[in-house]
């Protein structure tokens, strides 16, 4: 493909007019002339009132006559100073400003996807090609004997315990005291965590229903436990968690157009990487 192809085909697309008419726009309403080399600075009634809408927006009040003045003098200084470092070629080989640039482009370009609303139809069908991403936790009938600090010792004493409540021994001749109750019902596995750590709600997973099972670690010490009942989670419905489906379909939507604007623009590009010897 021909450079005079490339460039035919560049600027038919949507987004590259999109763009253009963006960078217009800019243009206009900031009273910024094409060249940053002219001498001429022209502040005019639209910046005035652009001016004055963002104080308005801000201080929930128009700005005085005095105050819109010094926002009007502000501007002309800033303009001057960027016009200034421009014809000084301080913008060039500058990082920061490279990046800042990098992300007003990507800004323009993922606008028409950040504010598009999802259908229904596109939310479900995110939610069944990954319904596991978005089910809520089980939920646990479960007995615990807190066996003490984690330790050689207490790991060795726990399956002599272990072995007595297989036995039949009663839980409340086991065990030490501990100001958690030694039998929970109906709680999620975020509930465990949240009582016991994140390490112990892990251990319950997967540990067969009906017998005592252990040692099971947690932030308190060690623990025997008895998983008595598991609920498993209900398939999602969209309206529990649309929410979150949303969330993930507009981070998904934004970074594939991001992906896709950058595939245009880098194919108007002849990149040459050179390796270094």
């Given at each position: 493909m021909t450079m005079r192809t490339r460039m035919a085909t560049w600027l038919r697309e949507p987004l590259v007019h999109f763009m253009i008419a963006g960078a217009l726009v800019f243009v206009a309403l900031s009273g910024r002339p094409a060249d940053p080399?002219?001498?001429?600075?022209?502040?005019?009634?639209?910046?005035?009132?652009?001016?004055?809408?963002g104080w308005t927006e801000t201080y929930r009040r128009p700005p005085s006559a005095d105050e819109l003045d010094g926002l009007?003098?502000?501007?002309?200084?800033?303009?001057?100073?960027?016009?200034?470092?421009?014809?000084?070629?301080?913008?060039?080989?500058?990082?920061?400003?490279?990046?800042?640039?990098?992300?007003?482009?990507?800004?323009?370009?993922?606008?028409d996807a950040e504010a598009r609303e999802p259908s229904d139809a596109e939310l479900q069908a995110l939610l069944d090609r990954d319904p596991a991403r978005y089910t809520t936790d089980p939920r646990y009938d479960f007995q615990q004997i807190y066996l003490g600090a984690d330790t050689a010792a207490s790991r060795v004493a726990a399956?002599?315990?272990?072995?007595?409540?297989?036995s039949g021994a009663a839980p409340t001749a086991v065990g030490q005291p501990i100001a958690l109750p030694g039998s929970l019902r109906d709680n999620?596995?975020?509930d465990v965590a949240e009582l016991f750590g994140d390490e112990f709600a892990a251990g319950l997973r997967g540990v067969p229903v009906g017998q005592w099972n252990g040692p099971v670690a947690s932030g308190l010490g060690l623990h025997l436990v008895k998983v008595e009942r598991v609920a498993a989670p209900a398939a999602p419905k969209l309206a529990?968690?649309?929410?979150?489906?949303?969330?993930d379909w507009r981070s998904a939507t934004i970074r594939k157009a991001d992906d896709e604007g950058y595939r245009k623009l880098l194919d108007g590009y002849d990149v040459v990487i050179e390796q270094p010897r």
């Amino acid at each position: 493909m021909t450079m005079r192809t490339r460039m035919a085909t560049w600027l038919r697309e949507p987004l590259v007019h999109f763009m253009i008419a963006g960078a217009l726009v800019f243009v206009a309403l900031s009273g910024r002339p094409a060249d940053p080399g002219e001498r001429r600075i022209v502040v005019s009634e639209t910046l005035v009132t652009r001016l004055a809408t963002g104080w308005t927006e801000t201080y929930r009040r128009p700005p005085s006559a005095d105050e819109l003045d010094g926002l009007i003098r502000d501007y002309v200084k800033s303009e001057v100073y960027y016009r200034e470092a421009l014809r000084l070629g301080l913008d060039r080989d500058d990082e920061v400003v490279k990046r800042r640039m990098r992300s007003k482009l990507e800004s323009v370009g993922t606008a028409d996807a950040e504010a598009r609303e999802p259908s229904d139809a596109e939310l479900q069908a995110l939610l069944d090609r990954d319904p596991a991403r978005y089910t809520t936790d089980p939920r646990y009938d479960f007995q615990q004997i807190y066996l003490g600090a984690d330790t050689a010792a207490s790991r060795v004493a726990a399956g002599h315990v272990l072995a007595r409540l297989r036995s039949g021994a009663a839980p409340t001749a086991v065990g030490q005291p501990i100001a958690l109750p030694g039998s929970l019902r109906d709680n999620s596995a975020s509930d465990v965590a949240e009582l016991f750590g994140d390490e112990f709600a892990a251990g319950l997973r997967g540990v067969p229903v009906g017998q005592w099972n252990g040692p099971v670690a947690s932030g308190l010490g060690l623990h025997l436990v008895k998983v008595e009942r598991v609920a498993a989670p209900a398939a999602p419905k969209l309206a529990a968690v649309r929410q979150r489906v949303e969330n993930d379909w507009r981070s998904a939507t934004i970074r594939k157009a991001d992906d896709e604007g950058y595939r245009k623009l880098l194919d108007g590009y002849d990149v040459v990487i050179e390796q270094p010897r």
